[in-house]
């Protein structure tokens, strides 16, 4: 992600999903290009301060036998043996069909096929730390996008995008009193302060 997003909006992000992982599986039959991308996936997570689990499978067969609904993305070889990569994303799909798919290999063949079923990108292996940075760029985006947070509006409770809010800002008014020798603290909001009258009635009441 961009230096530009770690703002208000990342803050919500954390603070609303700290404890909710976004679950990425890498499924390739070599280990090593498995163990690069796991790597990369990391790294990229890490330094974006990102929730996210990552799990491998060394087959597309031990992938459809997992639970592929908890999946938002899947980076899938394309030559694999036993069931091929594009074979196993088309019943991925069937499954989970918001699951966000990334193939890789070593040569453009299925390319079209790719794009027929959507994924979101096709790489050529080997994987780049940069090209897939981008992909992960992408991809976070349009789930950050999607995110919401919830917002009482008087009595109404609204859900709105993350995405959408360009500021915020919070106006709390600081009343100091004294009572008997000893100082009170009391924050209220500035839509309180304007009924004043009532306000201070209840305070009187309260000590």
């Known amino acids: 992600m961009a230096d530009s997003e770690t703002d208000l909006r990342q803050i919500l992000w954390e603070e609303q999903h700290m404890n909710q992982e976004i679950k990425i599986a890498v499924c390739d039959d070599l280990a090593e290009d498995r163990e690069n991308i796991t790597r990369l996936l990391s790294e990229y997570t890490d330094k974006n301060n990102l929730y996210v ?22 980076f899938m070889d394309i030559f694999m043996s036993g069931m091929n990569g594009m074979e196993t994303a088309k019943k991925l799909i069937s499954r989970n069909s918001r699951v966000q798919i990334v193939f890789g290999s070593t040569s453009t063949e299925f390319a079209a096929e790719a794009f027929d079923i959507e994924a979101l990108h096709y790489m050529v292996k080997p994987v780049g730390k940069e090209k897939l940075f981008h992909i992960l760029d992408r991809f976070f985006d349009s789930v950050y996008s999607l995110r919401t947070v919830n917002v009482k509006v008087g009595r109404l409770e609204e859900s709105i995008y993350i995405s959408d809010i360009l500021s915020c800002s919070v106006q709390i008014v600081k009343l100091f009193f004294i009572n008997q020798g000893n100082r009170l603290f009391l924050s209220i909001s500035d839509r309180d302060l304007r009924q004043s009258f009532h306000f201070l009635i209840y305070v009187q009441a309260a000590f």
């Open 53 to 74: 689990k990552i799990e491998e499978f060394s087959s597309g067969e031990a992938f459809l036998s997992s639970d592929t609904s908890v999946y938002s993305l899947v």
